[in-house]
């Protein structure tokens, strides 16, 4: 199992991260239906808050071909060493992202659950080149631009 950054949806207060699993079948053959919420359409922002992220699975089979497993219903069957992967929704934001302080957005990448690129685009806050401190002046300029 492995954190998921940029999953949840940006906001004041920033959406739940998701999660990746993936398990390897073991067996000679193995049944798989997938019952999930949220294949469609991604948990909605609220109050200028953006959407997170639509649940996916895939099967990638021990030939290389991979495949889509829709979030409802459909059963594959699987072989030994096909892998799947399941990745839940991630939750959507609340409130408008570049209301959110400086210093949690910059806690949010150092923690991983922001990448750089979603903090400049979605939060307009600028790292230094380090990548662990805001580069203020940048930062207050793009926000600036973006309406905050």
């Known amino acids: 199992m492995e954190h998921r950054s940029d999953t949840g949806g940006a906001g004041r ?17 193995a049944t798989c239906t997938v019952i999930a919420e949220r294949g469609r359409v991604a948990p909605a922002g609220v109050l ?6 639509c649940f ?17 219903g459909k059963q594959a069957v699987l072989a ?11 939750a959507g934001g609340y409130g408008s992202p570049l209301e959110r ?3 949690l957005v910059l806690e949010d990448v ?6 750089a690129g979603a903090a400049e685009a979605s939060y307009g806050v600028v790292l230094a080149k380090d ?15 973006s309406g905050a």
């Open 13 to 29: 207060w920033r959406g739940g991260c998701t999660t990746r699993r993936a398990y390897r079948v073991l067996y000679e053959e």
């Open 56 to 72: 996916t699975s895939t099967v990638e089979r021990g030939d290389g071909r991979r495949e889509i497993l829709p979030a409802k």
């Open 131 to 145: 990548g662990r401190s805001v580069d203020a002046a940048a930062t207050a300029r793009r926000r600036a631009k």
């Open 110 to 115: 150092v923690n991983g659950y922001v990448t």
């Open 101 to 103: 302080p400086v210093d």
């Open 80 to 90: 030994a060493g096909d892998l799947v992967t399941i990745q839940p929704a991630g």
């Open 48 to 53: 200028g808050g953006e959407a997170g992220t």
